[in-house]
């Protein structure tokens, strides 16, 4: 009978079917927008490599090298990826424990020297494998006679641990032949470069057409003219810059993995970053996005607020049915039970089918329906119950006025 | 069949104003009667006990010597109420409407419907008036619809509130003569409250009320 009834006076019935098809059609639309942004906003994240650099600012001039304990701390972080030297630029460093200087030998074969007086540190600066005995890593601080050397120098001089040689020390055309001092040299050991060590240092140690030679730091620096062939000022060490990335899927919260980084670097470390550019990229789309959920929120909001006043007018348009069912002695329980489910029906039967119509074209929120329907299936209830509750003579009052 | 209101006291609740005080009145069948007084007098809350629309604070109504207790029995089965504003379904058509308290009844709706159209015959509706909603008729009309109804509901007393307060003298007349015929050949008691002294004229019985007693009655 309800049903019969409302279609003969169409009037809200109009209005619901119109504003729910068109509101939820608009919803689902909003929805759909908002989503394939996020889409966007995903793809975008996860295609983005952000590049990060940590290197040393120049302060006063003087360069400091990033302890390879930070890099290594940098590089545990489960957020970051790919940390490698990226890159080394030589700078300058205390004279003491590296020299650099050229020999010769009586053939003219030139090999270079490198002086140290801790070969630990030596290998550990340089990505070196030392092959000596132990005993003799001491005696690189004051021996004159031993020395070590490349791998590539002992195929190409056919040396061995234990064997002597004699070489001549010079830096280049400063001295005249003759005046070179003469060094005889006892193999103490061999190095090589460790493979997985990229530093520019470690791959010009390696260079085959290069011959290295290891020697003690006290020869280089107790014997006269050897000492003039060394320019200190233009000893140099290298500034290295690591790189890295952060993993993609850590991209959205790079601020929490720049903060992360932050707090493991020192004051003399600088972290540089793409999220900036990441961000600038990202914005546009996530402001548009942030847009359409306002609109979103907005206009589901008035979509249940007007279905809801629509609802407070259907249910308190049954007044006048009510209230003769009323003086015709009809039950309370059962008047406030079949209007409702009436009107609870109709909300049910054009929300639901306009729902369900609009997924064919659209993404729609799942929440929507229940809160389409529950809100003006609440308020019709709520409304009907409040005229049944009044007292049968107040209700007539309020017709007769 | 009788009504009587016995030592009637009407007290409306929150306000403690006394409305009826020790009101005596006894409506028998085959009567109309017609209750006057000035505004505040009382007549509509003597109209509202009548019609089971609320409870006496006092005394006792009796519908053929029995205390009347369960007011929805009474309005379903005992009593039809006309008012002023009609009281028809806005929704339902004509014939639906007097339907109604016969589908209430458990008639078929064929049944139902052929009773229906019996009654409004027998009130002057024509038939083409009824698939139509009571609003496309006129006032004169859509009373005799209710009137109709109340024949339907098969009651036995029919209180009428104003019941030609929205209507034309030809209307008035024509709602009057049904009343009469209801109660003069059908036996109902008929029970109108209003303040057109015309209209009170017409009934068998007139009953003033003054300031919640009834102060004389005039049987014609």
Redesign the interface.
Known sequence: ?FYK??F??PLKLIVLVLLVFGGIGMLGQIHQEIRTGKIDLKNISENTEIKCKLYSPIRMGYFSQIPAYIADRVGKLKEIENIYVESEVPVMVDKSNFIKAVITDGEGIVVTAISTGDIDEFAKRNGAIINMEEKYKESFKEEETICIVSEVTAKTFDLKVGDTFSCFLADGARLPFEEIPRVPLKVVGTFTVDPKNSSLEARELEKEDINYLILPQKLMFSREGIMHSVNVEEIWWNYRVYDFNIKKKYNMQFIEVEDKIEEIIDDYTALQSSSREFYKALKPLEKKIKLQENLYITIKFLLIALITVLAYFISRGEK??I??RL?????RRKILLSTWISIGSIFLIVIAGAYGLMTIFFTIDPYLIVQLIGIPIICSLIVVFMIIRQ???KL?QS??E | MKLELKDIDFVYPKSDRIVLRGLNVSFEEGTVSSIRGDSGAGKSTLLYLISGFSKKSGGQMLWNGEEVTDLDTYRRTTVGTISQSYLLFPTRTVLENVSYPLILDGYPKEEAEKRAKELLESVGIEDIHYKKLPEKLSGGEQQRVAIARCLAANSKIIVADEPTGNLDQTNTQGIINIFKDLAHNQNKIVVIVTHDPAVAEEADIQYFLKEGVLVSSLEQ
Do not use: N, S, T, V
């Open positions: 009978m009834r409302i003969r006076k006048d049915e209230l003769i003086i015709f002695g009809e039950k007292d049968l003579l007539y017709k007769e």
